[in-house]
């Protein structure tokens, strides 16, 4: 069972950085295409990032292209996301996940979740 790790999260300004790192057990990280999903408060978890699992394509949900940037390093079996210019709507529980999709339009988690990392932007 793939354990996932998240971390990175914070109290920020709006305009300010932040990055995340999500650590996994095991040894199917490197096969894995991998994501990042966001719950907002009182929301529902929503799609946020991911890329394959060689890094060579990476997808974003519109609200944070050209802001946000995910990255992996399979040696270490870590996946990141590079958040810049965050906005109060970026305020939610980042979590990291095994992706799924379909047809690159619709991506979802396939593994358990993690217990996520908090990110809170005031304004």
């Known amino acids: 069972q793939v354990q996932l790790v998240e971390s990175g999260g914070g109290l920020v300004q709006a305009g300010g950085s932040l990055k995340l790192s999500c650590v996994a057990s095991?040894?199917?990280?490197?096969?894995?295409?991998m994501g990042w999903f966001r719950q907002p408060p009182g929301k529902e978890r929503e799609f946020v990032a991911a890329?394959?699992?060689?890094?060579?394509?990476?997808d974003y949900t519109d609200s944070v292209k050209g802001r946000f940037t995910i990255s992996r390093d399979n040696d270490k079996n870590t996946l990141y996301l590079q958040m810049n210019n965050l906005k109060p709507d970026d305020t939610a529980i980042y979590y990291c996940?095994?992706?799924?999709?379909?047809?690159?339009?619709?991506?979802?988690?396939?593994?358990?979740w993690g217990k996520g990392t908090l990110v809170a932007v005031s304004s």
């Open positions: 890329t394959t699992w060689s890094g060579s394509r990476s």
């Open positions: 996940n095994e992706v799924g999709t379909r047809d690159f339009h619709t991506f979802y988690g396939m593994g358990d």
């Open positions: 095991g040894d199917t990280f490197s096969k894995a295409s």
